[in-house]
């Protein structure tokens, strides 16, 4: 009777371990922009890359959060990290209305681990999307908690960590001219009002 206790004290162990593995911290997603700072009107390209990885990763789902009013999306494109060269099975949900844009991509149930591996090589894009600035200020994009999740070859859901990237959008007509253009400039008059005078002088 002693011995199967054991054994189902050891089961119980065994289980509830496994249930901490599965929800296990995994890794970080970084959202990055191309600049800090823009023009209104002009487009802004931000990426989302996952880093410190300790396992191969076989999908992830997320969904970008971002204000509406003043950005519009554009378009989007996955990475390769899951695809090992047969394809992977990608899933979208755009919501411009929200401001919301959920992004799902799975490896093959058959894919080459060791490819994975290889293109993943611990930090690698999940996906680049692109908005037009339609206002200034600024803004940020940032995850979802409640939609977030990383799928590892040994088949555990993980919780990664999370960056979100924040920026600056201003009116391209009130951005002031570089200090050593206007000094130019200035020069430039200065010299055209001098040979003109020279002018006037020598034809009197």
């Known amino acids: ?55 191969v990763l076989t999908g ?41 844009l959920a992004l799902e991509e799975y490896a093959d149930w058959a894919a080459a681990l060791a490819t994975l591996a290889a293109q993943q090589n611990g930090s690698f894009i999940l996906a680049t999307i692109k908005f037009k600035a339609l206002g200034t200020g600024q803004f940020s994009l940032n995850l979802d908690p409640a939609y977030l999740g990383l ?12 960056l979100g990237a924040s920026f600056n959008v201003t009116d391209s007509a009130t951005v002031p001219a570089p200090a050593p253009l206007l000094l130019m400039c200035g020069l430039l008059l200065l010299l055209v009002r001098q040979r003109q005078s020279g002018q006037v002088s020598e034809q009197r």
């Open 60 to 100: 992830f789902f997320l969904a970008l959060q971002y204000q509406p009013a003043q950005l519009a999306l554009q378009n989007f494109s996955f990475g390769n990290g899951f695809d090992d060269g047969f394809g992977s099975y990608r899933f979208s949900s755009a919501d411009q209305a929200g401001g919301s």
């Open 151 to 162: 799928l590892t070859a040994g088949g555990d859901l993980q919780t990664p960590d999370w």
């Open 1 to 55: 009777m002693n011995k199967i206790k054991k054994l189902l004290g050891g089961l119980l162990l065994a289980a509830s371990a496994c249930g901490l593995c599965s929800t296990a911290q995994a890794g970080v997603i970084q959202i990055e922009t191309n600049k800090s700072s823009y023009q209104n009107g002009e487009l802004i390209t931000a990426t989302l890359r996952a880093s410190a990885l300790s396992d």
